[in-house]
Structures are given as C-alpha cells and as structure tokens.
C-alpha cells in the first residue's frame, strides 16, 4: 500500500480519536525508527513510554520469536509457566504481594478502584487522586483522571473521585474523610506536563495513608520499569505503596498491564470478582520477560542515571538560549521542557528535522528516550532541537515584522 492510500484508508475507515501526524513507520530498531519513504527518525518519545528498551530489542524480538512458535494464548482459568515465572520476578524487584494481570494501563487502574472499593468494604469507597493527573480513559480511570478536558461530554462521571492539587499535603489532608478509601497518585505527572513529586509530599501521603488505612495506590504506568533510573519511580521516595499500577513499557510493546498488591491485603481479591481473557497470555508474559532481562543485562538504569543529567544539561544549555524555556524538568529519562510560547509547532518542526518528541498540556515538551540511548544519540537530538527551535524563532520573528 502507498502513502497516500494508507492515508486514505484512515480517513475512509478509521475513527478519529487522534491527530496523526503524517508519518508512516515501517520499522524500528534501538531509537531509529524508519518511515514508508526509508527516512530515519531519531525516537526520542518511544511509544508514549511503551519501548523503554528501544525497538525490537533482541532479547524481546528473541523471547516473543521463541514463545509464538509454540502457544500464543491460554485462558486465565488455566495456569502458564510464563505468568508464574514473570509474576516471581515483578515480586523480586518490587515489594512482596501478589499481582492481576491485565492488557494495558487503564485496566490496571481499574483493577485498582475495584480493589479500593473492596477494600473500603462498601461504607469507605472515595478515592482521592491529583488535579492534571492522567489515569486512563475508561469511565472509571477518566472518573480517577483530575482534567475536565479529557472527562468533557462524557457525563454522568463514576461517582466517588475527589481531585486535589498535586504536591499540596494540606489540601489532600483536609480532603480525607470517614469515606475516604484510597489514594491513587503518578509520581511524575506524565501527561499532566512532567510534574515531579517533592520527597516530603510522598512521604507525607504514605504517612496519611498509613495513619488512616487508606489505600496508597501508585500509578507507575509510565514511571515504572525503568524510566526515572530506578525500577520503580516509588524507589526514589524511601516508600512503598499498597497498590502499584503498571503497563506501558511492561511488554516492550506488546499489551501487558499489571497490579501489585502487598502482602496482607492481597487475598480480598476472591474467584470471579475481577478478570480478562487476554490478560497474561504466554506470549504477552515471555515478551515481559525478555524486557526485564534487557533492562537488567545491558544495565540501563546506570544508564539513564549516566544519560539522563547529561540530557537535562544539554538542554538548560537551550534554555539559556531560548528566552521562551521557561523550566527543564525531570526525573531520569522522563523530561520536560515548558515554554511560554505553544509547543506543537516545535514538536512538528522537529518531526519534519527527523526527531520525534511529544508536546502535552500545550507549551510542554515532552522527551523520553530508549533507557539504552547513546550520548551520540542525546547529542544529535539537541542538534535537531536547536535547529527546530531556531527556525520557530526566525519564523515567529518574520510573522512580527
Ligand atoms: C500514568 C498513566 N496511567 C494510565 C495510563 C493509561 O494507560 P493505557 O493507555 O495503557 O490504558 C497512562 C497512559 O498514558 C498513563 O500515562
């Protein structure tokens, strides 16, 4: 199929729930991605957060190559030794409890509020989750998700979801009541324009939640599996949460969700209350695998440790040549750039100079690379910036004049 009849299809035949961008990959390997035409992408937004180990890592390409040759799906009414093995190994790296399967993040989160409900035992069934946060957009996630824009035209709302400002101890404090079942929380707002958590606020609400036997729920959707130089963004805290959240990077970029729940707690969960048939396929559980064998073999979290100041520096080099970088903001390799002018028109100037990044809230940019990206790599993609900067700069200059 060519270009323009791939474009065709999509308007002919596809519903029109994103803005595409006119690009048409093909391939992928590392953080290259290369369109229809054979032009080569630098990807330094890998799948929203889905190919935190590049694309096609081997050690994913070969577990999924190994796994489809023999059995791609078996009910959940059955057991599979690849969810054993992958369940004992999130254990191991995470906190002890036992984990719910599911295919994507969302479905992470509902797992999530049914769980809180559960637990609240039907008098305590409030949940408490952060203004800009990002959850998902079923109705139940969309409910926990603090943005009217993206909850716009979908009324009635699943009732029982209070917002309060992130980072705001007192506001949340004087939120919780005699209702008040859970807390659902993203450590570094990712959608919500890359807002970092302060130390003393995580600590505080694990404190609260403590004190009050509020669920501490832990959105790591995308913070997890890497992202912020640890496996788990809730490390950098010196907490741990009842319930964690993931999925995005989980399978390397096959649909994989997961929720942790600690010990203790885990056994409220009884047979038929919760479940999915595609949740935790063979296929689906090897792919995961084969990502946290990556992430561990080839080190990438010394390397985002190593890439990830680098990277910001580079970019607070920018931000002093550019009066409209208001901040540089980030954890590991998940980074924001804010303006003060709007985003997209950068974020499609870089796409046009062959680097592909993100813009959200409008005047954030957003970058989150392979754990495994080069210093090489992190220099050429400021080198691109910079010229998709600069040329915004002299356009928007000349539109003055
Ligand atoms: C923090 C967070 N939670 C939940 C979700 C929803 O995940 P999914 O798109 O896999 O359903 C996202 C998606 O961007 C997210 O960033």
Redesign the pocket.
Known sequence: MKADAIFQEYNDHILLTYTRMPAIFVKGKGSVLTDIHGKKYLDFFPG??VSNVGHCHPKVMGAVREQIGKLIHIPNNFYNPHQAKLAKELIRIAFEGKIFFCN??????EAAIKFARVHGGGKRFEIITTLNA????SMG?LSATGQEKHQKGFGPLVPGFKYVPFNDTAALKSAINDQTAAIIL?LVQ??GGVNIATKEYVQAVARLCDEKNILLIL?E???GMGRTGEIFAYKHYGITPDVM?L??ALGGGLPI?AMIVKNGLADLFKPGMHGSTFAGSPLVCKAALGVLKAIYADKMMKNVKLQGPYLMGKLNELKSKYDFIKEVRGLGLMIGIELTIPGEVIFKECLNRGLIINCTQGNVLRIMPALNVTRRQINKAIHLLDGALSAVTAHSQKAVL
């Open positions: 929203w957060g994507s993040g969302t479905e992470a989160i990002f959850h998902g957009r996630a993203e990712g959608e959105d959707v995308q913070t959240c999925a995005k969700g």
